[in-house]
C-alpha cells in the first residue's frame, strides 16, 4: 500500500509537521524555551473561529478536528490535524480573526507559542518563512481536493476514501498500513467530514459492516478490506 500511503498523503494531507523538522537547531531551540504546553481533556475548544490569535498551537499529541460552524449551530469538520501539526498559523501570518474552529478529539497535549515569538522567528528566519510559504500553498490544494471530492463523488464513495485517509492518521506508530487500525471517530463527525445526514453514515457503515469491509466497536472503526475501499472509492 506504499503507493496508496503517498497518494493520500500528497492530496488530502497537510504537511505543517515537517516545518519543525527541517529548522535549524538553534531557532528550534529559541521556540523550545518559550513554548508553554499543557493538557486538552476531549472535545475542549483550543481556538473559536472568528477570535484574534494570540499565537500559534503545536499538536504534541492527539487529535483534533478543525470545523466550520453553520448558523443553524451544525457544525462541518473539513480537516483532521495529527500529531505533528502545527495549528492556528494562517490567522496569525495573514493578521486577521480565525476562519474556523478547532477541538480536540481525545484527550490531547498541545503546546503553545506566543504571537510575538513565533513573528520575530519567522521575521528573521528565512527557512521557516519558506516553509510556511510552501506549506500554505500546499494546504490550498488539500481544500481543493475536498472540494473536488464533496461536488464529483458519491456520499458512498466518500466515505470509503474518507476510511481510507483516517486510516492513514490513526495508523499506529510503527506505520503499517496493512494492520488493523482503531479509527476513533463520533458518527456525527465522521457524517460531518463525508458530507451526508448521520443516519445515512450509520447505514452506510452497516452496509459496509455486513459486506466484511470493516468492522465497528461502538465508535471506533476497523477496517478489514482495504482494497474494497479503494474499489468504492474508484482511487
Not at 481543493?144 to 483516517?166: D, F, G, K, P, Y
Not at 459486506?211 to 478489514?224: A, C, P, R, Y
Request: charged letters at 25%; aromatic letters at 12%.
Amino acid at each position: 500500500m506504499k503507493v496508496l500511503d503517498k497518494f493520500l498523503f500528497e492530496k488530502f494531507t497537510f504537511n505543517s509537521n515537517s516545518i519543525f523538522n527541517e529548522l535549524p537547531e538553534s531557532e528550534l531551540d529559541f521556540l523550545n524555551a518559550n513554548v508553554k504546553t499543557r493538557l486538552y481533556k476531549k472535545r475542549q475548544v483550543i481556538f473559536y473561529e472568528e477570535s484574534y490569535p494570540i499565537g500559534v498551537y503545536y499538536n504534541k499529541q492527539g487529535f483534533v478536528k478543525k470545523y466550520k460552524t453553520g448558523k443553524d449551530g451544525k457544525e462541518q469538520v473539513f480537516y483532521i490535524s495529527k500529531t505533528g501539526d502545527l495549528l492556528g498559523y494562517h490567522a496569525l501570518l495573514s493578521n486577521e480573526c480565525y476562519f474556523d474552529s478547532a477541538a480536540v478529539m481525545e484527550d490531547s497535549i498541545i503546546s503553545f507559542i506566543p504571537k510575538d515569538i513565533f513573528l520575530a522567528t519567522v521575521e528573521k528566519s528565512e527557512i521557516l518563512s519558506k516553509l510556511l510559504l510552501k506549506n500554505i500553498s500546499h494546504e490550498f490544494g488539500v481544500l481543493i481536493n475536498n472540494l473536488t471530492i464533496i461536488s464529483q463523488m458519491s456520499v458512498r464513495e466518500r466515505l470509503a476514501l474518507n476510511l481510507l485517509i483516517l486510516k492513514d492518521k490513526f495508523k499506529d506508530a510503527n506505520g503499517t498500513y496493512d494492520k488493523k487500525t482503531e479509527i476513533k471517530i463520533s458518527r456525527d463527525d465522521l457524517a460531518s467530514m463525508v458530507g451526508t445526514a448521520t443516519e445515512n453514515l450509520v447505514r452506510l457503515l452497516s452496509e459496509f459492516k455486513e459486506s466484511g469491509i470493516i468492522e465497528t466497536n461502538g465508535k471506533v472503526i476497523l477496517i478489514n478490506n482495504v482494497n474494497e475501499l479503494v474499489k468504492i472509492s474508484r482511487f
